[in-house]
């Protein structure tokens, strides 16, 4: 199972993202100071990956053919490879997918992964994925 999705990155979206995780960085809040820094508008900060990402994400984790048992969930972790800065007005396409459920003594292991890149085709995050069902 697989998704896609294509998320315009908003420059109100990546401060607010970046004022709710104590973000101070001018980059991510002042056009001017991401600008006169080479970026053509503020930066999103790393996480504001799970943003963008979980918009192909969820309908994959969500599909009942997967079958995770979400009151039985318990979050397993995420792990991200940054690759090019995203900034407002980036258009971020994710293709997110099912890699592979695992049985690890009484726990169900869930793993997802996403792949996203910006609208000049460049590698922006991967990202795996993982859920834990006891």
Known sequence: ??????YLVGREKVRE????????SPLCH??????????????APPMFAAVYAWRALGPVVLDPQIGVDFE????????????????????ITTEA??????????IM???FSSRSTNQRGELVC?????????
């Open 109 to 111: 292991v869930y793993t």
């Open 72 to 91: 039985r969930l318990v979050h397993g972790g995420q792990e991200f490879a940054w690759h090019e800065p995203v900034v407002a007005g980036d258009e």
């Open 30 to 43: 002042d056009v001017e100071a991401a600008r006169a820094a080479g970026y053509a508008d503020v930066v």
């Open 17 to 24: 993202y970046a004022a709710a995780i104590g973000e101070t």
């Open 126 to 134: 991967e990202g795996t994925w993982t859920n834990f069902v006891r």
């Open 97 to 106: 997918a099912f890699v592979e459920k695992a049985r690890r003594a009484d």
């Open 1 to 6: 199972m697989s998704h896609s999705d294509t």
